[in-house]
């Protein structure tokens, strides 16, 4: 959450800029929320290669069996996905109420 909160007051002057042309509250709520989640999701990807990649060679090197559960891996992005959108939501939120006024003095 940290991480896209200091998103949101970096661009601050983005947001009031794309307020003032047009862009409705929900524009805004979902360009961050769609960021969280994308951010999140590629995490997941890094996560799952890391482990993947880790698990197949001590598999090699220590002959053990591996056993990859696809089940598992949707629930592990499914789970990066959920975390994207819960802590993506509040500073998606705030981005999206900001005054676009105050947004463009912003410095």
Known sequence: ?????VSVTERTKEIGLRM???ARRSDILSQF?????????????IGLAIGGGAALALSLWGAWPIALSPSLVLIAM????LVGVFFGYYPARRA????PIDALRYE
């Open 78 to 81: 499914a789970s990066a996905g």
């Open 1 to 5: 959450m940290n991480i896209m909160l």
């Open 33 to 45: 929320l769609i960021e969280a989640v994308t951010l999140c999701l590629t995490g997941g990807l």
């Open 20 to 22: 003032a042309v047009g």
């Open 96 to 99: 999206s109420l900001m005054n």
